[in-house]
């Protein structure tokens, strides 16, 4: 199984990043989708998560409002748009899988994306 992020970057304050995370060697639309981050020095966070259809979504409230996650299960893959960027989301973006809610079974390798204020 893999899990390919990209789209991560140098971005100002305030401006929008699209990340992708595309996946093979899983039966991608079984899965829920999510996105982490880890900031320097801090622990891995939650960010989204997709439900396998794409119908329903979860955020943090840090970014709820500001990101949204989508999917396209014939491409399998998901995405992150992010909007209003600060610099606290200056972080290393990881996508996941989950088969339960319980444990996100794959991880990415991890995008940095990088908010100058």
């Known amino acids: 199984v893999q899990l390919q992020a990209s789209g991560g970057g140098l971005v100002q304050a305030g401006g929008s990043l699209s990340l992708s995370c595309a996946s093979s060697g899983l039966t991608f639309n079984n899965y829920l989708m999510g996105w982490f981050r880890q900031a320097p020095g801090k622990e891995r966070e939650f960010v989204a998560r997709i439900s396998t259809s794409g119908g329903r979504t979860t955020y943090a409230d840090s970014v709820k409002g500001r990101f949204t996650i989508s999917r396209d299960n014939a491409k399998n893959t998901v995405y992150l748009q992010m909007s209003s960027l600060k610099p606290d989301d200056t972080a290393v973006y990881y996508c996941?899988?989950?088969?339960?809610?319980?444990?996100?079974?794959?991880w990415g390798q991890g995008t940095q994306v990088t908010v100058s204020s």
């Open positions: 996941a899988a989950a088969s339960s809610l319980v444990i996100w079974n794959y």
